[in-house]
């Protein structure tokens, strides 16, 4: 059971410019990170695969379990899938409680579950606070916990998938690693989780496979951390110069999340 793109293109109705090109990628490792310059393509992508971007523009197909995204009922993809958007906004007054609430909008309202998951990522003590209230980092943090809300519960024999665009970009490190902690737990829960992620280091630690998405919206390489984050490959992806590999994942940083242990920092 996989979420999947087989030759995805997409074109903004506002250019001519293609913002994906012939995209082909099968989603079934545990965790999977796309990296690549400004402007490849990787936010639009995710919004593709979470069916929330405007698919007039849309070439191609994506596919869950075999069957095309946009033929699923919406309440049924909200049951496999969630979505973290890179700069997490609500509109109304709405407290964090009831913003991370929300990830339970087609199941039984769940407190429990809501304080379970501020309590993963470091906020119960805002519980009621306005969400406005929140730096743009916990306001992060808080976006992240409404996917725990809306994933709680025992595991199912359905895959879910949990789609994250930049999900530490705005985090100190101490977050970066209770975000890549709850990241590895999930996978155990059998979530598969898709990041979008800048920080090569992340990708390299927390990922089990890393697409490399170039200029253009083309898939440049895409492998295991170990074959895919060398010199020459990123030295071509980002056009810049790059260290060996090991200065390009920092593994001793992330590391600890994999034991849930924090004592590094």
């Not at 769940?110 to 929140?134: C, Q, T």
């Not at 199912?156 to 590895?184: F, G, N, S, W």
Request: aromatic residues 6%; contains cysteine; proline residues 5%.
């Amino acid at each position: 059971m996989t979420l999947r793109c087989d030759q995805l293109g997409y074109t903004y109705s506002t250019g001519k410019r293609a913002a994906l090109r012939d995209v082909c990628i099968a989603f079934d490792a545990p965790v999977t990170a796309i990296i690549g310059p400004n402007g490849a393509g990787k936010s639009t992508l995710l919004r593709l695969l979470a069916g929330v971007a405007d698919s007039r523009g849309q070439a191609g197909k994506i596919e869950l379990d075999g069957w095309a995204l946009n033929e699923i009922p919406v309440a049924d993809r909200v049951r496999r899938m969630a979505y973290v958007s890179q700069t997490p906004r609500v509109a109304a007054p709405l407290t964090v409680a009831e913003v991370v609430g929300l990830g339970r909008a087609v199941q039984a309202p769940d407190r429990d579950a809501v304080r379970r998951a501020l309590a993963s990522v470091g906020l119960v003590d805002r519980f009621n606070d306005r969400f406005e209230h929140l730096s743009i980092g916990q306001r992060q943090l808080a976006a992240f916990a409404r996917v725990l809300a809306q994933f709680d519960g025992p595991a199912t024999d359905r895959t879910r998938y949990l789609l994250a665009d930049e999900p530490v970009a705005a985090l100190d490190p101490r977050h970066a690693i209770v975000i890549a902690d709850q990241i590895r737990k999930a996978s155990g829960r059998g979530i598969r989780s898709v990041l979008v992620v800048h920080d090569v280091g992340f990708a390299g630690a927390v990922a089990d496979r890393v697409v490399c998405l170039g200029r253009g919206g083309t898939v440049q390489a895409q492998g295991p951390p170990s074959e895919v984050l060398k010199q020459d490959v990123l030295e071509e992806l980002f056009g810049c110069r790059f260290g060996d590999s090991a200065a390009a994942h920092p593994r001793p940083l992330y590391g600890e999340a994999a034991s849930g242990s924090l004592g590094a920092c």
